[in-house]
Every structure is written in structure tokens, then in C-alpha cells.
């Protein structure tokens, strides 16, 4: 039989393959052999195996690999790094850290950024360990990659290697590295950069100057963010966008619109993030009127279409009260996101509408847009407020099947709905889901229970708060300390003071408030007026409390005194205020004082009337005997009369012994409200007073049925 080959002989593709890689190979041998030989540019072997990239077989590869020289290998490693092709790489690592590694030091240094553009850190860092000698492009390179993946402790940890070997970092990997400091907050090591910027020279680069300003700004040094912006020349907008973040990351807002002032005093257009910027600090401070100015800049510039602007847009004016307004904006752009839904939302939800945030929501769902936590926070909200049980448990069920119910802000929203419900027990158990259990979420439990009158068990969710690590905040206490005042519990109120000022809150105004509350409400009036003059601040709310508590004393002349140095400090009275005085001048039965100061107020300060007014005028007139003037009152108001006026009325019934007006008085009230056990009570009492103990017996037995 003939041994040539027959023409019908077939090729298969991985026989075409391994020929056309033969002949690779040998180009590749040859021209690694004319460096070596004649000192040829080795750009005629990176064109010798630059095809090899296109081939399949790994195996092929793998020959190459193994028959190559450290210059091939050097340029294998720099094409794969350019080609990103983590599969012949890592064939080249294999074969580089077994041989070609320890043949030439710089191998492995082409190998480490190579592996790190292609995602392989952890390789890469083996690699790193291994060598003797590193140089600053290996180094930087695993700098580079662990920043981008937000390993900061690695980066600066290799830092620190080059600052041992003496090694100078290049400005991209400073840059990176202040970045990383930036998003740690960690002024510190943004501190040290700085200096190695300035000692590499590259401290007057625009980029770098720029992340250094927006470092120190976040960091909260303002002073140094604001010497390296005066270094720059600050014709860029990037920088000021830059200082005007820091502004706004730390509150100050007025101060952050003043920056914007000077940057168009400088001439530097404005950028649709510098709007942003100020759009936030309009928002934060609720200043209309300069959130209209930067809107008709942004109509001016263009730039009314970008989202994220349109957003901040709808989001202040609804933050300064002007749903309609946001609302005409929200309905000028068709094209909206999850965020634009949930601001149009979130602000009716704050301005406690709750139809609008339910109707909204859906019309978000009918326009294709899924639901955010944000948005069910929102709908459990609404759902609360308007009492729609069933809606509320079917959203809940969706947050179960979108597994964010255990998330921190949206466990605490079914908190507090199912709290507004009486659901305790739903409320606890929506608690226990929670992934994490943080300082809002223990919070919410904790006013749940202080809402349903349940101060021990408050009390105690603080205790196991507590012991679980988890550091309570002003918040918390307040909620407490309400918890105590509801309950009159002095020797807990005192307990909490103590922690209180342990936990370094006896500053916060908010705190203190509630313990001038408290004080007042448990009838520690000396100590709650004590705390009441050390405060620095002193606010319509905080007088009220301290008033609240001499008005249910029936202490009328310190009631008087307390509301005349309210006016003398400029302090307006409000509702609440007018609403003291009477309550104290009831108690004490000054009806003519009462009712004369009621009226000063009234017509001084524009006060409303409210039914809790006529409630308490009521009681003044009945308390001082003066039934029939009580019952005109009741039947006269324009208001919607409630049944504590009727109760004040049956109480004074009571102690003045007329029967007749106190079982009309008693038929009224319970018309509007029959669940109140005291009305019962007070019947009793009124019959056994007058007509002896017989007669009372039914409304006592009554009583006892309702408890």
C-alpha cells in the first residue's frame, strides 16, 4: 500500500490548529533567538505570536508557554494583560511561578498587574509574596485592584510595603488611595497621603487637588478642604462641586449656597451636580424662595430633563409644602425611575396624606415601576394613619416575598403600623424577623408599647436593648421618658436621668424636654423647673411642659407667673399654652382670671379655638358651680362637642348633688363615646352621694362589666 497521503485525506479544525501553532512556535523560538543574538526591538516577537491570542486549544498554549524564554513569557503576560484573557493567563502563571518566576525577578512583576486587571487578586497577591523584589508597577497595581473592590485595608497595607522598601508611589495610586481614605472617613491616613503627594510633587495636578478637597470634606475638616481649594487654580467647576459636597455632608447649608454665591462671583459655570448640591441645601433649610431661583437656573442652563435634578426638584418643593407644585414638575417628565416615584411619594407621605401616598403607589405599579422599601415604608405608613388593617397585612405580605420585611426601616414601619392598630403582639413579632435589630427598629417597639400605656414593658425592651449591645439615642430616651411620664413612675424617670447623663444625652434639647415633661407630669415640679433654667433654649414646647405641670397642680399663681415671662422672652403661646391656663385656673377655681387670660391670649396672639378649649372652659364654669352656664356652653360651641365636656359636666354633678343634670349629662357622653368605664363610675358615685347606695348599684355592676 502506497504511503503518500490520498487527496480525499480530511483535515479536522484541531489538526489545522496544531500545524498553524507549529509554525508560531518557530517564529516565536527564532525571533526570541535574533534578540539575543543581534539585540533586536522585541516588537518582532510581540508580531510573532500576536495571532496566538485568536487560537482555542489550550493545550496548544500550553507548548508555547513551556518552550518560551523569559522575554517571550514577558511579552506573552503584556499581551494577555491587553487582551484581559484571564484562560491563557492564568496557563502563563502556572508555568511563570513554577519557573519563570525565579529566572528573572522582572517576570514576576509584569505577571501582578496583569493578574490584577484581569480581577485575579488573590493571585496576584501570591504572586506578590513570593517575590523578592518588587517594583512600583506590581505595587501599584494591587493597589489599584483592591481600591476598586473596596478592600482599603489591603491597599494602604501595601502601601505601607512601599514606604518600607522605599518605594515612591505614582500620583494615580495617591489618588486612589485618598479616595479610600475618603470613603473610610479616616483624616488620619488622608492626612499622611498628603504629604507623600507632596513629596512626589504632584500636589498642584488638578485631579489629585480635587480628590484631596472632596477627602478633607468628607472627613469633616473643612479648614484643610478649603487651604488646598485656595492652592488651586479653580477655574474648573469639579473642585467647587467638590467643596460644596463637604457643605453639605456636614449641614451646613446656609454656608454651602454662600460657596455657590462666590462661584459665580468667579465666573465658573455651574454643572447640573453643583445644582444638585444646591437643591439639597434649599431643601434642608426649607428656603422656598432660593430653590425657585436655582429652578429657573436650571431652566436656563438646560438641564430641567437630567433625573436626578428633576427629582431634587420634586423633592423640595414638597419638603416646603408645595405638593402642587411638585406635582406639576413630577407630571412634566414621562420617563421616571423608582427614585422620582418615591420622592412624589415620600412627600405626601410627610405632609400626611395618605390617600395620595396609596393612590400614587399603585399608579406607580400600573406604570411598570416595581416598589421600593422606601415605598412600602411609605404605604405602611398611609395604611396606619387611614386605618386600612387589610391593605396594610397584604403590603406586609409582599415585603415577605420580596424578603425586606427584615430589614431595619421597613420592620419598623410594621411596627409602628401594626402599633396604631393594637396589634402588639404582630408589632413584637415583625421585630423578631428583623436581620439586625439596630437602634430605629428597638426604638419603634419601645414607642409602641409607651403608646399603649405599657411603661414597664418599654422599660424593659431599654434594659434588653441594652444588654444585646445596642446604643440607645435621644430618640430612644424620649420615648422612655414619655413612657414614665404616662405611668407617673418617678423612681424609673430618676433611673433614666442617671443613664441619661451617664450616655452624655443630658445636652441634647430633646431629651431634656421630655425630662422637664416627665418631672412635671410625676408632680416633681422643682426639679423640672430647675432643669427648665439650665437649658439654653428655651421653646414653646418646653414652657408647656413646665405649665402642663403647675396647671394639674391648681398652682394658678405660678401658672400666671410662668405665661407673663413667656411673653416678656418673646416666646408666642400657642394652643397648648392657652390650654394650661385654663386647665389651671379650673383646678383652682379662678374662672373670672381664667377666662380673662384665655381671652388676652385668644385675641392677642390669634389663637384658634379647638374642642379641647371648650372642654376646659367647660370644666372651669361647672367646677365653680355654674352648671347651667356649663350646659349652654356645650350646646351652644361650634365646634363638634366631645364627651369629656359631658364628663366634666357629670363630675361637677357629682359634688354639687344635682341627679337630673348628671343622668342627661351621662346619656350624652355615652352617646358619643360608650367604651369609657369612669362614666359608670362617676354615676355610681353621684347616686350613692345623694340618694344612697341603692340606686347606684347598677352603674357600679356596669362598671365592673367593662373592666
Known amino acids: 500500500m502506497s504511503a503518500t497521503i490520498s487527496t480525499r485525506t480530511v483535515f479536522h479544525p484541531q489538526h489545522v490548529s496544531f500545524i498553524l501553532f507549529s509554525f508560531r512556535i518557530a517564529l516565536v523560538s527564532r525571533c526570541v533567538a535574533e534578540v539575543r543574538a543581534f539585540s533586536c526591538k522585541p516588537v518582532f516577537i510581540l508580531s ?38 484571564p484562560h491563557f493567563a492564568l496557563i ?5 511561578c513554577e519557573q519563570a518566576a ?16 484581569c480581577g485575579k487578586l488573590d493571585v496576584a497577591q501570591q504572586v506578590f509574596d513570593k517575590l523578592i523584589q518588587v517594583n512600583e508597577h506590581s505595587c501599584q497595581a494591587l493597589i489599584l485592584g483592591y481600591v476598586s473592590c473596596e478592600n482599603y485595608d489591603r491597599a494602604f497595607f501595601i502601601l505601607d510595603i512601599m514606604r518600607e522598601r522605599q518605594l515612591n508611589p505614582s500620583m494615580f495610586a495617591l489618588q486612589a488611595l485618598v479616595k479610600a ?71 451646613l447649608y446656609e454656608a454651602a449656597l454662600d460657596c455657590y454665591c462666590r462661584m459665580k462671583v468667579d465666573m465658573v459655570d455651574p454643572d447640573a451636580c453643583t445644582f444638585l448640591c444646591c437643591l439639597k441645601a434649599c431643601c434642608n433649610i426649607r428656603d422656598l424662595e432660593r430653590g425657585q431661583e436655582i429652578h429657573a437656573e436650571i431652566v436656563q442652563e438646560g438641564l430641567e430633563g437630567e433625573l436626578y435634578l428633576h427629582s431634587a426638584l420634586v423633592d423640595i418643593y414638597a419638603k416646603c409644602g408645595s405638593m402642587d407644585e411638585a406635582q406639576d414638575i413630577f407630571d412634566e417628565v414621562t420617563e421616571r425611575d423608582v427614585v422620582s416615584w418615591n420622592v412624589l411619594i415620600t412627600g405626601y407621605s410627610e405632609r400626611g396624606l395618605a390617600a395620595k401616598v396609596l393612590i400614587f403607589s399603585e399608579q406607580m405599579e400600573f406604570d411598570g415601576v416595581l416598589p421600593s422599601p422606601v415605598t412600602y415604608v411609605c404605604c405602611l405608613a398611609a395604611c396606619g394613619n387611614l386605618g386600612f388593617i387589610s391593605q396594610g397585612q397584604e403590603i406586609h405580605g409582599r415585603t415577605v416575598k420580596e424578603g425586606v420585611d427584615v430589614e431595619s426601616h421597613v420592620g419598623s414601619a410594621l411596627i409602628d403600623m401594626y402599633a396604631r392598630f393594637g396589634l402588639l403582639s404582630e408589632a413584637k413579632e415583625a421585630f423578631q424577623k428583623l436581620r439586625a435589630r439596630d437602634a430605629v427598629s428597638w426604638t419603634s417597639l419601645i414607642t409602641a408599647y409607651a403608646d399603649a400605656g405599657l411603661a414597664d414593658e418599654s422599660l424593659d425592651c431599654l434594659e434588653q436593648m441594652m444588654s444585646e449591645g445596642v446604643t440607645p439615642d435621644s430618640i430612644t430616651y424620649c420615648c422612655c421618658l414619655k413612657a414614665c411620664g404616662s ?38 415640679l422643682e426639679e423640672a423647673a430647675d432643669l427648665f433654667e439650665e437649658l439654653p433654649i428655651q421653646d414653646v414646647i418646653l414652657w408647656n411642659s413646665l405649665l402642663a405641670g403647675y396647671a394639674f397642680r391648681g398652682d394658678s399663681n405660678q401658672v400666671v407667673c410662668l405665661v407673663n415671662r413667656m411673653i416678656s422672652r418673646g416666646i408666642i403661646p400657642n394652643d397648648i399654652t392657652s390650654l394650661n391656663v385654663l386647665i389651671g385656673c379650673s383646678h383652682a377655681g379662678l374662672i373670672d382670671d381664667g377666662l380673662q387670660l384665655f381671652c388676652v391670649m385668644k385675641e392677642g396672639f390669634h389663637i384658634p379655638d379647638t374642642t379641647n378649649h371648650y372642654t376646659a372652659i367647660v370644666d372651669l364654669v361647672a367646677r365653680a358651680g355654674q352648671l347651667d352656664e356649663a350646659v349652654a356652653i ?18 361637677a354633678c357629682q359634688n354639687l348633688g344635682n341627679v337630673e343634670l348628671a343622668r342627661q349629662a351621662f346619656d350624652f357622653a355615652m352617646d358619643m363615646d360608650d367604651t369609657q368605664t369612669a362614666l359608670f363610675i362617676l354615676m355610681s358615685k353621684c347616686y350613692s352621694n345623694i340618694t344612697g347606695k341603692r340606686e347606684g348599684s347598677s352603674y357600679e355592676n356596669e362598671a365592673c362589666k367593662q373592666v
Open 48 to 85: 510573532a505570536h500576536y495571532s496566538l491570542s485568536s487560537a482555542d486549544s489550550m493545550v496548544s498554549w500550553d507548548s508555547v508557554v513551556q518552550s518560551a524564554h523569559v522575554e517571550t513569557l514577558v511579552l506573552i503576560l503584556n499581551h494577555c494583560r491587553k487582551q484581559r484573557n
Open 487 to 524: 405611668s407617673v413612675s418617678v423612681g424609673r424617670a430618676q433611673r433614666l436621668h442617671n443613664l441619661i447623663e451617664v450616655e452624655g444625652h443630658d445636652e441634647n434639647l430633646h431629651v431634656c424636654s421630655s425630662l422637664v415633661d416627665v418631672y412635671a407630669k410625676c408632680g416633681l
Open 181 to 251: 481614605a475618603a470613603k473610610q472617613r479616616c483624616l488620619t491616613r488622608g492626612q499622611k497621603l498628603h504629604l507623600d503627594i507632596v513629596h512626589v510633587g504632584c500636589e498642584k495636578v488638578s485631579f489629585v487637588s480635587i480628590t484631596l478637597v472632596d477627602m478633607y470634606a468628607k472627613c469633616n475638616s473643612l479648614q484643610e478642604a478649603q487651604e488646598v481649594f485656595d492652592e488651586m487654580d479653580v477655574q474648573e467647576v469639579v473642585p467647587w462641586n467638590a467643596l460644596l459636597s463637604g457643605y453639605i455632608s456636614l449641614g
Open 634 to 651: 356645650m350646646e351652644s360651641m361650634y365646634l363638634e362637642p366631645d364627651a369629656a365636656g359631658w364628663t366634666a359636666i357629670l363630675a
Open 102 to 117: 525565579e529566572m528573572h525577578p522582572c517576570l514576576g512583576n509584569y505577571l501582578i498587574p496583569m493578574l490584577a486587571d
Open 92 to 96: 502563563t502563571y502556572t508555568f511563570a
